[in-house]
């Protein structure tokens, strides 16, 4: 499996773009502002969506890449993630107020989108290929994803504070090869990470001291606005684990 990188920042800005990640050609893992840089073609390969959570900056493409390319495609781009995510977006995006409902259009038995619910620790066999959603702690109902090619693994927190549930999912990985695990904020800022659900530096360490396996680590989600602070307290405190911040462009292969 191959994994590029579209978008890995907590926020915009002229090189910044969100959670995406494009799995082969044909699978999106989450649906930020990465996406918009992809072509026509590339869009409308994609047949499958996984989603971690309802966050704008995690579904904020998916309105437009549907309606983008929905009319070049003979059958409709599956999206995957927890009921209560779809029932968030069917509520307040694809809603005909903010944006159509394209489970319904051209057609309600030729529609461009349809959605799957999938289930905590449920598996998506696609060809050779697995994905498998994992315990996550957010604000909301929210899941990270295992990627399995068959000859090694990629795990992806999604959004998530402390979580042992996850990590003793992460250590039943026996082909691990990477991790990519978000740390949102500054140390500074510890009491809004508490309260948002994400990781900070220090608590980055604390959660990391649980991995039982040797994966190359990688650091995504960081807040555009503190990057560097956050840069160098990931290096203060979790650099015995040799973490690496994860680049828009990146192409990870396993």
Same mark, same amino acid.
């Given at each position: ?86 029932? =968030? ?47 996550? +702690?957010?604000?909301?109902? =929210? ?12 795990? *992806? ?27 949102? *904020? +500054? ?37 555009? +606005? ?29």
């Amino acid at each position: 499996m191959k994994v590029r990188v579209l978008g890995c920042s907590g926020g915009i800005g002229a090189r910044a773009r969100t959670t995406s990640f494009l799995v082969d050609d044909d699978i999106l893992l989450d649906a930020g502002t990465g996406v918009e840089d992809l072509s026509i073609a590339e869009l409308a390969a994609i047949d499958h969506v996984f989603l971690t959570h309802s966050h704008l900056d995690h579904i904020a493409a998916l309105p437009l890449l549907v309606d983008s390319v929905g009319s070049l495609r003979k059958k409709p781009i599956v999206v995957r993630a927890l009921p209560e995510t779809i029932d =968030a977006l069917r509520t307040h995006i694809f809603n005909w107020v903010i944006w159509p409902d394209f489970t319904e259009i051209p057609h309600y038995e030729r529609p461009w989108m349809r959605f799957e619910p999938m289930g905590i620790d449920e598996t998506v066999q696609l060809g050779q290929r697995r994905v498998r959603s994992l315990s996550a +702690s957010h604000t909301v109902p =929210a899941v990270g994803f295992q990627l399995s090619s068959g000859k090694g693994s990629l795990v *992806f927190s999604g959004d998530t504070g402390p979580n042992d549930e996850f990590w003793r999912q992460v250590n039943g990985v026996d082909d691990l090869r990477y991790l990519i695990i978000e740390t949102a *904020f +500054s140390n500074r800022e510890q009491d809004l990470a508490t309260t948002a659900r994400h990781l900070y530096p220090i608590q980055l360490g604390e959660e990391l001291a649980k991995l039982r396996r040797d994966p190359k680590v990688l650091i995504t989600h960081l807040k555009p +606005s503190d990057q560097a602070t956050i840069e160098r307290e990931i290096d203060a405190w979790a650099g015995r684990f040799s973490p690496r911040i994860l680049e828009r462009g990146d192409v990870l292969e396993f």
